[in-house]
């Protein structure tokens, strides 16, 4: 969780709230920075956030839920919470001031606005708070689905993490690229898994030997832990939006060190806004080279380490390994190379067991995707090399898998 502003003058503004929490609510019911409309809130409330006055009401409340914790072990302390509280829920207090009683009907409590007190769905996923033009008190980064490597990557996403000085210069370098999305993926027809299910797969930099590349994916399709339509009806998820890429990719496995004799050298990763973050050292971005695929054989499309006057460097596509570290051995002090396109940039790795090590360890890369209603389990596997495989459809399995897609891979 981190918090973007000191919410302390937004809490005096309900004096008499015993309890005020946040929620897992995914769809607005206000639109300004009122709390929300509990007779309309039907999501968990979620204690990541929540504030509590020293009143009789709270405090008993407190030793009522440490009791139960501490009777049976087994509870999850989020769902006993939630079942105290709404154990009698209402009526309104006042009004006004959009309090209920709650728990023994004399708790005054309160539901913090889920656009400004924003769950990992508000605030990575819908935006809510930008959509309503509201700024944000607190995060609490929940819907992900990477564990702690994926809490931080989001955060690095938003550009809201703290990284020391090293973390933006690396003796390797960064590589960089210019995804280009076809219009009939990200615009044209309905959101289903037809058009969209390789959407952002097709943008992945596969057989690239380069440092830390950064990682970006634009969706139409949202991922949660349960079968659902795709976008779930009434949030205010835009078409398409970019989405974190914990929702396509298992971050916690990319950051893993693995085994390098089965799966070749480590690769770091950064976040696709690496480049655009306010902490990035001037001389990183003076360090910078261009570079745009070409056609071998048009004109002024030639291996060859010489730039043109604007310091652009012209490169054939499919291009060999060998030419490929023949060409760039020139610019290793080069911090940034950031190329137009990676379609067709690489043909592969020379050494077939260096590929095979590669493609052992990016095919573990991605995770489940979406979205199948009505059907155990609601999601489908991604496939790194789903392109390779003419037969290949985005179906679900059909039964429910009890190893995970990392032994499955």
Known sequence: MFREQNPLPYLARYPDADVLTSSDQVVPTVVDDRLDIWQEVGAAYNIGIFHWRPTESSIKLAKEWKDMLLAD?????????????????????DADNGLAYAFDGNLKLGILPASIFCSGHTYFVQAMYQQLRLEPYAVHTTFQYAGTEGKRHRLREAMVFYDPPDYYDSPGGFLSFKPSIPKSLLLDGDHNLNPTFPLLITRVVRDEPG??????????????????????????????????????????VMLKQLPEEEFGPGISIREYSFLDNPSLPKQLKESWLDVHLCQEGTQDCFASNKTSSSGVLRFPNHSKEEMIKAVFSSFKEVKVIQFSSMQDAFLGFTDKKREEKFRNRVKRYVGIWCCVENHTPGHIYYDMYWDEKPDWKPIPPRLQSRTTHLGKA
């Open 73 to 93: 072990d087994k509870i999850w302390d989020q769902n006993g919470f939630n079942d105290i509280v709404r154990r009698k829920l209402g009526p309104a207090v």
């Open 211 to 252: 440092a830390h590349p950064m990682c970006l994916g634009d969706a139409r399709l949202d991922r949660l832990w349960f079968s659902h339509p795709g976008v779930l009806k009434g949030t205010m998820t835009r078409q398409p939006f970019i989405c974190p890429l914990d929702h396509v990719f298992e971050v916690n």
